[in-house]
Nanobody, 118 residues
């Protein structure tokens, strides 16, 4: 199973970006999917997660500016990021808890870089 993120890039402070992450492969079911990020010199942190029912969970510091959503048939999740600040510069990763070939496991995407700068 592969997770492929897209949508990163350079954005000015105060701007918005929408990231996408699509899961692909055979014989799998992604149940909880989530977004994480890792800023330079910092540990990776979770932003938000979303279950198959659409139930979401956010780390407090991201509530209000970031929104996670999911397209179940497309095995895709999104992260809408608004009012971006230079401190949001990081590599953003997608993660999925999944069942693959009858076994539980998980997968990470390769990451997409978001740079917030004027």
């Amino acid at each position: 199973v592969q997770l492929v993120e897209s949508g990163g890039g350079l954005v000015q402070p105060g701007g918005s970006l929408r990231l996408s992450c699509q899961a692909s492969g055979t014989n799998f079911l992604a149940y909880e999917m989530s977004w994480h990020r890792q800023a330079p010199g910092k540990q990776r942190e979770m932003i938000a997660s979303i279950g198959r029912s659409g139930t979401t969970n956010y780390t407090d510091s991201f509530k209000g500016r970031f929104a996670i959503s999911r397209d179940l048939p497309a095995d895709t999740i999104y992260l809408q990021m608004n009012s971006l600040e230079p401190e949001d510069t990081a590599v953003y990763y997608c993660h999925a808890d999944l069942i693959h070939g009858g076994r539980m496991g998980d997968a990470w995407g390769q990451g997409t870089l978001v740079t917030v700068s004027s």
